[in-house]
């Protein structure tokens, strides 16, 4: 979907607040996120980054409806997210820890859609689509242990896109593969993105990624946070990793992006700082 077809709302973060209680009376609540918000069209590719500890994760997990906020409006299509919706899908970093080892590939990738109900014969037909997607055809009946790390994280990439999700959630998902991987996993996520139309939100902490990748790029700041910068990455739709990454305009948003980043490391809960800083 191309950026300009993007303009139904599909997700809202409105004034999104997440405190951690203290674990004892002698410790400290953990205010991770103070003040989030921003919206995301349909069909739109968004990669959000931000300092270690930023709170990026806590609000994946907010938005997937694993944790409660403390405070502020989450919605999905209009309806408050209040536990896992059914039309989200969320890639993790872990992927060792997501597939079950005792179940095959293709076992694996229909849970979900047997969880769901799905009739036999659609879930074979969903999983062997979503395979030769991710370019796995052929490990249907293999296990996860038989397969590389950057195999197994596109078995969890197969399982996301077999669901059939309206939004893609993915944290961090190739922080743990190799850089030739990391490369190929990225052009398969941008296919994924074009072909299905699905609403992605990306977290990672690689600047480069977030400008290849998204249409998009939201800048956290650092702890509580709030959202530094908002930025459109205005590239070619049609993106390779030699020619993209060495446009002038790709340097230029690195750039960019990479002194947001540091900016926001000295920028908690929305304290102005210049831009020098
Ligand atoms: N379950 C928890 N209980 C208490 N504090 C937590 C919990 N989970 C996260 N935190 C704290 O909340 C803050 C944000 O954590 P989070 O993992 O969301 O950040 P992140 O941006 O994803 O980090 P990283 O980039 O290092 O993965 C951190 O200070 C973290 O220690």
Redesign the pocket.
């Known amino acids: 979907m191309s950026p300009e077809n993007a303009t139904t709302p599909v997700l809202l973060v409105e004034g999104l607040r997440k405190i951690?209680p203290a674990?004892t009376p002698q410790a400290e609540a953990?205010e991770?996120i103070r003040d989030l918000t921003f919206s995301i069209p349909q069909g739109q590719l968004v990669c959000i980054v931000?300092?270690?500890?930023?709170?990026?994760?806590?609000?994946l997990?907010c938005i997937a409806g694993l944790l409660p906020p403390t405070a502020g409006r989450l919605e999905l299509e209009g309806k408050a997210i209040t536990g896992p919706p059914k039309t989200m899908a969320v890639v993790f970093q872990e992927y060792g820890r997501s597939l079950y080892p005792w179940m095959s590939v293709q076992a694996n990738v229909e849970l979900p859609l047997k969880s769901a109900g799905v009739p036999k014969a659609e879930r074979h037909q969903r999983c062997s689509e979503a395979l030769e997607a991710v370019g796995l055809s052929d490990a249907a009946d293999k296990y996860p242990w038989q397969l590389s790390g950057g195999m197994q994280q596109r078995v969890a990439i197969a399982r996301a896109v077999a669901y059939r999700p309206q939004i893609l959630l993915m944290d961090?998902p190739f922080a743990a593969v190799d850089a030739q991987t990391r490369a190929d996993l990225e052009d398969l996520v941008r296919k994924i993105w074009k072909e299905l139309g699905v609403t992605v939100l990306f977290?990672t902490?690689d600047i480069d990624e977030s400008v290849y990748l998204g249409q998009r790029v939201i800048v956290?700041s650092n702890?509580p946070t709030v959202v530094q910068d908002d930025v459109t990455i205005d590239l070619p739709d049609e993106r390779d990793q030699l020619t993209t990454r060495s446009d002038p305009r790709f340097v230029e948003l690195r750039r960019h992006i990479y002194g947001e980043i540091q900016r926001a490391k000295t920028n908690a809960g929305g304290a102005q700082q210049p831009a020098s800083a």
């Not at 931000?50 to 806590?58: E, I, L, Q, R």
């Open positions: 951690y674990p953990i991770a931000g300092p270690s500890g930023a709170g990026k994760t806590t609000l997990k961090e977290v902490h956290l702890r």
